[in-house]
């Protein structure tokens, strides 16, 4: 199996993501670890103890981030994640306590220890992985790559230009994009893709376990915002859960390899990550953009997985 470290912000989508890969035979998870984003670092953490409470899973270590982004003030998502995070899922108690180390100690020395490197999937903002790369840069060599989700080459959703985890820590990104990692990027114009129905809800909740029933919960939070929302989308976008789609059966998917940067100083563009497509820079690529995904074969392999509990 491949050896991950999943740094995420549950989070409605977050959460989907986790249940999508927590009892996935083909990755091996070292820890789960949380950053601040789409509701405070507390609750955060709060919800991820939660969800792998109740997704059978506390053998995974679970560790909180940064409180907050490299040098700006933090901004949340909570109109659409809600007060908790959640939306109105309520989590099991956790039963297990976040780990001693913060994210970032707890990431060095997974990687340190590890023989293998080790592939950082980030669903959140990219503070922690940032903080990683220039803390512990010795460690760089260690890392296989870092298989996110944010940005996109066609606009934004938290601006015209910019995607919510890019724009809520820019100068981390950047940090990220120019670290020399091998980079994966599933973006908005990918997972505007990926969408979940309505009548695909149902099938999930009748998959009848209490995983399947908390997604359903979560989905009939999430789907109307994105029904409702500007870009009138016939169903709820599933950006995290990309990621671990990615991971688990990259044929769903066309790509391809771009040099990619994030502004951080413009006018109307901050938090965009600008994608050289034609190669006018002359840039060596240092990102593979995923494109396309197969729709169905995505939601299949979601109902497949959730089914696992
Ligand atoms: C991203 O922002 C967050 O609100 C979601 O969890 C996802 O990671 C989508 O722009
Ligand atoms: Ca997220």
Same mark, same amino acid.
Request: glycine fraction near 8%; include cysteine; hydrophobic fraction near 45%.
């Given at each position: 199996p491949t050896p991950i470290i999943f740094d995420c912000d549950p989070g409605l989508d977050d959460a989907i993501a986790l249940a999508m890969a927590l009892h996935s035979p083909e990755l091996d998870i070292k820890a789960v670890t949380t950053s601040a984003g789409n509701q405070t670092p507390e609750k955060t953490l709060h919800n991820a103890l939660g969800l792998l409470t109740l997704m059978q899973r506390t053998d995974i270590p679970v560790a909180g981030g940064a409180h907050q982004p490299l040098m700006r003030k933090l901004m949340i998502a909570d109109h659409v994640h809600g007060e908790t995070g959640m939306g109105t899922t309520k989590l099991p108690t956790a039963t297990i306590q976040p780990h001693p180390l913060n994210a970032v100690e707890l990431m060095a020395k997974i990687l340190r220890e590890s023989d293998t490197p080790i592939t950082l999937v980030v669903t959140g903002p990219m503070t922690n992985a940032a903080l990683l790369l220039s803390q512990y840069s010795e460690l760089k060599a260690k890392i296989s790559r870092i298989v996110f989700m944010g940005g996109g080459?066609?606009? +934004?959703?938290?601006t015209p230009a910019a995607e919510f985890n890019i724009i809520v820590d820019p100068e981390a990104a950047e940090i990220v994009m120019q670290s020399g990692v091998p980079l994966v990027m599933a973006g908005l114009n990918m997972t505007h893709q990926a969408l979940v129905m309505a009548d695909e809800v149902e099938q999930i909740r009748a998959i009848n376990n209490p995983v399947a029933k908390a997604v359903a919960e979560m989905l009939d939070f999430y789907l109307p915002l994105y029904l409702s929302g500007p870009r009138k989308l016939p169903g709820a976008a599933m950006h995290d859960p990309c990621v671990v789609a990615w991971l688990l059966k990259p044929e769903l998917f066309t790509s391809a390899h771009y040099w990619v940067g994030v502004e951080?100083?413009?006018?109307?563009?901050? +938090?965009m990550t600008v994608a050289d497509v034609y190669n006018l820079t002359g840039n060596t690529p240092n990102t593979e953009v995923l494109l396309n995904v197969d729709r169905e074969g995505f939601v299949k392999l979601l109902m497949e997985r959730v089914s696992l509990y």
């Amino acid at each position: 199996p491949t050896p991950i470290i999943f740094d995420c912000d549950p989070g409605l989508d977050d959460a989907i993501a986790l249940a999508m890969a927590l009892h996935s035979p083909e990755l091996d998870i070292k820890a789960v670890t949380t950053s601040a984003g789409n509701q405070t670092p507390e609750k955060t953490l709060h919800n991820a103890l939660g969800l792998l409470t109740l997704m059978q899973r506390t053998d995974i270590p679970v560790a909180g981030g940064a409180h907050q982004p490299l040098m700006r003030k933090l901004m949340i998502a909570d109109h659409v994640h809600g007060e908790t995070g959640m939306g109105t899922t309520k989590l099991p108690t956790a039963t297990i306590q976040p780990h001693p180390l913060n994210a970032v100690e707890l990431m060095a020395k997974i990687l340190r220890e590890s023989d293998t490197p080790i592939t950082l999937v980030v669903t959140g903002p990219m503070t922690n992985a940032a903080l990683l790369l220039s803390q512990y840069s010795e460690l760089k060599a260690k890392i296989s790559r870092i298989v996110f989700m944010g940005g996109g080459i066609d606009g +934004g959703n938290a601006t015209p230009a910019a995607e919510f985890n890019i724009i809520v820590d820019p100068e981390a990104a950047e940090i990220v994009m120019q670290s020399g990692v091998p980079l994966v990027m599933a973006g908005l114009n990918m997972t505007h893709q990926a969408l979940v129905m309505a009548d695909e809800v149902e099938q999930i909740r009748a998959i009848n376990n209490p995983v399947a029933k908390a997604v359903a919960e979560m989905l009939d939070f999430y789907l109307p915002l994105y029904l409702s929302g500007p870009r009138k989308l016939p169903g709820a976008a599933m950006h995290d859960p990309c990621v671990v789609a990615w991971l688990l059966k990259p044929e769903l998917f066309t790509s391809a390899h771009y040099w990619v940067g994030v502004e951080t100083q413009g006018k109307y563009t901050t +938090g965009m990550t600008v994608a050289d497509v034609y190669n006018l820079t002359g840039n060596t690529p240092n990102t593979e953009v995923l494109l396309n995904v197969d729709r169905e074969g995505f939601v299949k392999l979601l109902m497949e997985r959730v089914s696992l509990y």
